[in-house]
């Protein structure tokens, strides 16, 4: 066991004295008291020894033989003993101070791994380590765009912001500790009001190897060094802490999304349930989800959005080019900013209203040139992005993107799937528009677009969007013209290829006029103004029933890999359909069809006139319609038989269809029986009509047997506004002119 110095000194001092009362000499008694001096001394300082001294020197001035020497002896071990204590106390309290200053570190340490999140991190170091800020105060503070501003202080300070030039500044900048033994000294020092403080230590504190808020100790008396390694070894394990909670909410985050994506049913609602997600991790009042749509940016999904004007410009989408989201699309970077108005491209509704931070995001999609789909989210406020905030939204969005794919696929089989089921039924005319519109509707770029149908040998113009089709009905395609346009050549196209032509690399218009006139493919075909096309052949058996033309007005690169994987899905259910239509036409034709002369039979001309009649009430034309009887004709067939009958019908088939204008129908109704339908015809053009047919069937004979006819006029409105009284007109008109013996009776 060590006995304390007091104890020593004082047992010395008694020793000596006991010494030179038993009478022992000088040399016996000088010791004892030097023990005592330099004890004293050692333990209490010079000036301690010194009373000491003079004590010693006291004590020893009755006994025999003392001498001056023994008090220069005294001074000399106080002195001495001084120096070597005085070492001795200092590291005695620094090593009480370094304990005291370690023992605040590990209970601090101990306690970092409880905070539940970064906010409630960051705001508990000060409580932490209060005990080592004596004098001033412990704070973190936060970066802004203007400098720092104090998330949490012990004690309170009434200085909430700070510029970034001071201390704090230099070690968020050089992302290392700062620390300054007298402020007095430091040009940059920026003082708390009301604190005495003489040293300041900044700390970074960094997530993701980012520096992300500052811990800052200030007070009265400098810190040793071993406080400083301390303190910097504690803001690392602090960073590693930020590190593992930043690790843990994205992992979170992207569990979560994984399972509202999963429940998701359409692209609407995983697009809801995504942006709310993500907004309360991140802690941000809204966000929208947009979908390029040709050349518009359409919102997908929006949450948080109040303000009227904002909500106009989600109803009616973004105009190509304007805001941060067309530029995502073109560059398929994202954008992070605190100062949106200074951005080149900005929605004015969000300027007016004066918001400042957002960051806008590609959502990936697979072989896509452009970025489809753009995540937006945003606040007024000024707002800088950490980088584990950055790393976090690009995983959120790869993710999602991931899971809109998913959906995107399993939406586009159930439209497509709906339509056809709906379709299937429906006459062919009826078919055209819905597909086109769909095609255009879930091929990513496309935003207009036409569909050429196979008749008789040419392409013609069946529907168009965003195009004149009224205009483009006067085009007829060769099988040439169209091969010319694909430009893949035939093998490819029968194998249903679709190819993409951008404005970019090839003159779109020029390769227009080669195969149509460019007064009409430059006007009702805007050829002029398409930037990109996709062309995708429909085959069946061995012939291209259809062309496909779906095109983007604004961007040569609006279509990739992604586009053509949709339009892919499109060719065989659309060959199958138009096969299907093309079979049940050629039926319907071949029921509304005479077999013998192949003119279109009575259940046609029912059809036929009826619409026809319909028009003529709507838009206020004359609609004629004419009866024609034969004269002759039973002499034929009861003399020369039922194949030279049969010849007779049909040539005077071929003689009425020589005769027939462009617009005019001629029907069979039966036996010796026909008919024409007039449209826009007034009454004196279907008479002159008539008798033009009369003329033609009169110069035939057979053997020696000639044809004549008898025919009767009705025209709409004058003679009848019903299909039953126009054909009680023609009908008794054509008795008439039997009776008379005339040709044409009106």
Same mark, same amino acid.
């Given at each position: 066991?060590i006995?304390?110095?007091?104890v020593?000194?004082?047992?010395?001092?008694?020793?000596?004295?006991?010494?030179?009362?038993l009478g022992?000499t000088d040399p016996?008694?000088?010791?004892?008291?030097?023990?005592?001096?330099?004890?004293?001394?050692?333990?209490?300082?010079?000036?301690?020894?010194?009373?000491?001294?003079?004590?010693?020197t006291f004590?020893l001035?009755?006994f025999?033989g003392?001498h001056?020497?023994a008090?220069?002896?005294?001074?000399?071990?106080?002195?001495?003993?001084h120096g070597?204590?005085?070492?001795?106390?200092r590291?005695?309290?620094?090593a009480?101070a370094?304990a005291?200053?370690?023992r /605040?570190?590990?209970e601090?340490?101990? +306690?970092?791994?409880q905070?539940p @999140?970064r906010?409630?991190?960051?705001?508990?170091?000060?409580?932490?380590? +209060?005990?080592?800020?004596?004098?001033?105060h #412990?704070?973190?503070?936060v970066p802004?765009t203007q &400098?720092?501003?104090l998330l949490?202080?012990?004690?309170?300070?009434p200085?909430?912001?700070?510029?970034?030039s001071g201390v704090?500044?230099r070690?968020?900048?050089?992302?290392?500790?700062?620390?300054?033994s007298d402020?007095?000294k430091?040009?940059?020092?920026?003082?708390a009001?009301?604190?005495?403080?003489?040293?300041?230590?900044?700390?970074?504190l960094?997530?993701?190897?980012?520096?992300?808020?500052?811990l @800052?100790?200030?007070?009265g008396?400098p810190?040793?060094?071993e406080?400083?390694?301390?303190l910097?070894?504690?803001?690392?394990? #602090?960073?590693l802490q930020?590190?593992r909670?930043?690790?843990l909410?994205?992992?979170?985050l992207?569990?979560?999304?994984?399972?509202?994506?999963?429940?998701?049913?359409?692209l609407?609602?995983?697009?809801?349930?995504?942006l709310?997600?993500l907004?309360?991790?991140?802690?941000?009042?809204s966000?929208t989800?947009w979908?390029a749509?040709?050349? *518009?940016?359409?919102?997908?999904?929006?949450h948080?959005?109040?303000?009227?004007t904002?909500?106009?410009?989600l109803?009616?989408?973004?105009p190509?080019g304007?805001?941060?989201?067309w530029q995502?699309?073109?560059?398929?970077?994202?954008?992070?900013?605190?100062?949106y108005?200074?951005e080149?491209?900005?929605v004015?509704?969000?300027?007016a209203l004066?918001?400042r931070?957002?960051a806008?995001?590609p959502v990936p999609s697979?072989?896509a040139?452009?970025s489809r789909r753009?995540?937006?989210?945003?606040?007024?406020?000024?707002?800088l992005?950490?980088?584990?905030?950055?790393?976090?939204?690009?995983?959120?969005c790869?993710?999602? &993107?991931?899971g809109?794919? *998913?959906?995107e696929e399993?939406?586009?089989h159930?439209? #497509?799937n709906?339509?056809?089921?709906?379709?299937?039924?429906?006459?062919?005319e009826?078919?055209y528009?819905?597909l086109?519109e769909e095609?255009?509707?879930?091929?990513?770029?496309?935003?207009a677009?036409?569909?050429?149908v196979l008749e008789?040998?040419?392409?013609r113009?069946k529907?168009?969007?965003? /195009?004149?089709?009224?205009?483009?009905r006067k085009?007829?395609?060769t099988?040439?013209?169209?091969l010319?346009?694909?430009g893949?050549?035939?093998?490819?196209?029968l194998r249903g290829?679709p190819?993409?032509?951008?404005a970019?690399?090839?003159?779109?218009?020029?390769?227009?006029?080669?195969?149509?006139p460019?007064?009409v493919?430059d006007?009702?075909?805007?050829?002029?103004?398409?930037?990109?096309?996709?062309?995708?052949?429909i085959?069946?058996?061995g012939?291209v029933?259809?062309?496909l033309?779906?095109?983007n007005?604004h961007?040569?690169l609006a279509?990739?890999?992604d586009s053509?994987e949709a339009?892919?899905?499109?060719a065989?259910?659309?060959?199958?359909?138009?096969?299907?239509?093309r079979?049940?036409?050629?039926?319907?034709?071949?029921?509304?069809?005479?077999p013998l002369?192949?003119l279109? @039979?009575?259940?046609?001309?029912?059809?036929?006139?009826?619409?026809e009649?319909?028009?003529?009430? *709507?838009?206020?034309y004359?609609?004629?319609l004419?009866?024609l009887d034969l004269k002759?004709?039973?002499?034929?067939?009861d003399?020369?038989?039922h194949?030279v009958g049969?010849?007779?019908?049909?040539?005077?088939?071929?003689?009425?269809?020589?005769?027939?204008?462009?617009?005019?129908?001629?029907?069979r109704?039966?036996?010796?029986?026909?008919a024409a339908?007039f449209?826009h015809?007034?009454?004196q053009g279907?008479?002159?009509?008539a008798f *033009?047919?009369?003329?033609?069937?009169q110069?035939l004979c057979?053997?020696?047997l000639c044809?004549g006819?008898?025919?009767?006029?009705?025209t /709409?409105p004058?003679d009848?506004?019903?299909?039953?009284?126009?054909?009680?007109?023609?009908d008794t008109r054509?008795y008439?002119?039997?009776r008379r013996?005339?040709?044409v +009776?009106?």
């Amino acid at each position: 066991m060590i006995l304390p110095y007091p104890v020593i000194a004082l047992g010395s001092i008694l020793l000596g004295l006991l010494a030179g009362y038993l009478g022992y000499t000088d040399p016996y008694i000088l010791p004892w008291f030097m023990i005592f001096t330099a004890a004293t001394a050692s333990v209490y300082g010079l000036g301690w020894g010194l009373l000491a001294v003079g004590v010693s020197t006291f004590l020893l001035l009755p006994f025999p033989g003392f001498h001056i020497a023994a008090a220069a002896l005294l001074l000399l071990s106080a002195w001495l003993a001084h120096g070597i204590g005085e070492s001795l106390r200092r590291a005695h309290r620094r090593a009480k101070a370094l304990a005291k200053s370690q023992r /605040y570190l590990a209970e601090a340490l101990e +306690a970092l791994p409880q905070a539940p @999140n970064r906010e409630d991190l960051l705001r508990g170091l000060p409580q932490r380590l +209060a005990a080592l800020g004596e004098g001033g105060h #412990v704070g973190v503070w936060v970066p802004t765009t203007q &400098g720092f501003r104090l998330l949490e202080s012990i004690p309170p300070l009434p200085l909430k912001e700070v510029p970034a030039s001071g201390v704090m500044g230099r070690a968020f900048r050089e992302g290392r500790p700062v620390y300054v033994s007298d402020v007095g000294k430091e040009p940059n020092h920026i003082p708390a009001p009301g604190l005495n403080a003489r040293a300041e230590l900044a700390l970074p504190l960094k997530e993701r190897g980012e520096a992300v808020a500052v811990l @800052n100790l200030e007070r009265g008396k400098p810190f040793a060094p071993e406080e400083v390694e301390g303190l910097t070894r504690f803001a690392q394990a #602090v960073s590693l802490q930020l590190d593992r909670l930043a690790d843990l909410e994205e992992r979170k985050l992207i569990a979560d999304l994984s399972e509202r994506l999963q429940s998701a049913s359409t692209l609407e609602e995983a697009g809801a349930k995504a942006l709310a997600l993500l907004l309360a991790s991140l802690g941000l009042p809204s966000g929208t989800l947009w979908e390029a749509r040709g050349g *518009r940016m359409e919102a997908l999904a929006y949450h948080g959005v109040e303000e009227p004007t904002l909500l106009q410009v989600l109803r009616e989408g973004l105009p190509y080019g304007v805001g941060l989201v067309w530029q995502v699309y073109e560059t398929r970077s994202p954008v992070f900013t605190a100062r949106y108005a200074e951005e080149s491209r900005v929605v004015p509704a969000l300027k007016a209203l004066g918001w400042r931070t957002f960051a806008a995001l590609p959502v990936p999609s697979l072989g896509a040139p452009r970025s489809r789909r753009v995540l937006v989210v945003g606040q007024k406020e000024e707002r800088l992005w950490r980088k584990a905030e950055v790393e976090r939204l690009l995983l959120f969005c790869r993710t999602l &993107g991931l899971g809109l794919e *998913r959906l995107e696929e399993k939406s586009r089989h159930q439209a #497509v799937n709906e339509l056809f089921l709906n379709l299937l039924q429906k006459p062919p005319e009826d078919l055209y528009q819905p597909l086109l519109e769909e095609a255009i509707r879930q091929v990513p770029g496309a935003e207009a677009g036409s569909l050429l149908v196979l008749e008789e040998g040419h392409y013609r113009y069946k529907a168009t969007l965003g /195009y004149d089709l009224e205009g483009l009905r006067k085009v007829a395609f060769t099988l040439e013209d169209q091969l010319r346009w694909y430009g893949q050549g035939k093998e490819r196209g029968l194998r249903g290829e679709p190819r993409i032509l951008s404005a970019k690399e090839r003159d779109i218009a020029k390769i227009s006029h080669e195969t149509a006139p460019a007064e009409v493919i430059d006007t009702a075909g805007k050829a002029r103004e398409i930037r990109a096309n996709l062309c995708l052949p429909i085959p069946y058996k061995g012939e291209v029933l259809a062309y496909l033309n779906l095109d983007n007005l604004h961007d040569p690169l609006a279509f990739g890999e992604d586009s053509l994987e949709a339009a892919r899905f499109f060719a065989a259910p659309l060959a199958t359909l138009l096969h299907e239509s093309r079979t049940r036409k050629l039926l319907e034709e071949a029921a509304l069809t005479d077999p013998l002369t192949g003119l279109a @039979n009575r259940r046609a001309f029912d059809r036929f006139f009826q619409e026809e009649l319909k028009r003529a009430e *709507r838009y206020g034309y004359p609609l004629s319609l004419a009866v024609l009887d034969l004269k002759g004709f039973k002499q034929v067939n009861d003399r020369l038989g039922h194949a030279v009958g049969d010849l007779a019908l049909l040539k005077v088939a071929e003689a009425l269809e020589k005769e027939r204008r462009n617009g005019d129908r001629l029907f069979r109704w039966g036996g010796d029986e026909f008919a024409a339908i007039f449209p826009h015809t007034p009454k004196q053009g279907a008479i002159a009509a008539a008798f *033009r047919y009369a003329q033609a069937i009169q110069g035939l004979c057979f053997e020696g047997l000639c044809l004549g006819v008898n025919i009767g006029v009705a025209t /709409y409105p004058e003679d009848g506004t019903t299909l039953d009284a126009l054909l009680s007109a023609a009908d008794t008109r054509m008795y008439e002119a039997k009776r008379r013996g005339q040709v044409v +009776a009106a």
